[in-house]
């Protein structure tokens, strides 16, 4: 599957629980290990673990095996690496706090 199929897919699974504010950063220019983060947030730590769990099933149905999913006992911030597709699940403070869509989208600021 290709990555922007990919993509469509963990979209389509998290709109299908109601994420809050999905948003996707194309990173492929700034790095090789993935093309697309999907940064999404969930209304609890359940519906965090919800969306996380549900971008996993549907990948699995696609052939595509998650090769790690990081953070389901908490719930605050659950990664699911899909390779070309990261995906990030997490309470709307952590989202806040971590602001990733930032740091992806202007990397210089960091510096």
Same mark, same amino acid.
């Given at each position: 599957? =290709?990555?922007? =199929? #990919?993509?469509?897919?963990?979209?389509?699974?998290?709109?299908?629980?109601?994420?809050? &504010?999905?948003? /996707?950063?194309?990173?492929?220019? #700034? /790095?090789?290990?993935? +093309?697309?983060? %999907?940064?999404? *947030?969930? /209304? *609890?730590?359940?519906?965090?673990? *919800?969306?996380?769990? &549900?971008? *996993?099933?549907?990948?699995?149905?696609? !052939?595509?095996?998650?090769?790690?999913?990081?953070? =389901?006992?908490? !719930? $605050?911030?659950? #990664? %699911?690496?899909?390779?070309? %597709?990261?995906?990030?699940?997490?309470?709307?403070?952590?989202? +806040?706090?971590?602001? #990733? $869509?930032?740091?992806? /989208? &202007?990397? =210089?600021? $960091?510096?």
């Amino acid at each position: 599957m =290709q990555a922007e =199929q #990919l993509k469509e897919r963990v979209l389509s699974a998290l709109e299908d629980l109601k994420a809050v &504010n999905p948003v /996707t950063v194309d990173v492929r220019k #700034l /790095t090789d290990v993935t +093309d697309y983060l %999907v940064i999404a *947030s969930g /209304t *609890s730590n359940r519906h965090v673990r *919800s969306l996380a769990d &549900n971008v *996993s099933v549907e990948a699995k149905q696609a !052939g595509m095996r998650p090769l790690g999913i990081e953070g =389901q006992d908490a !719930g $605050e911030w659950v #990664l %699911v690496d899909l390779g070309d %597709v990261v995906v990030h699940v997490m309470l709307p403070a952590t989202r +806040d706090f971590y602001d #990733l $869509e930032r740091l992806w /989208t &202007n990397p =210089q600021a $960091e510096s």
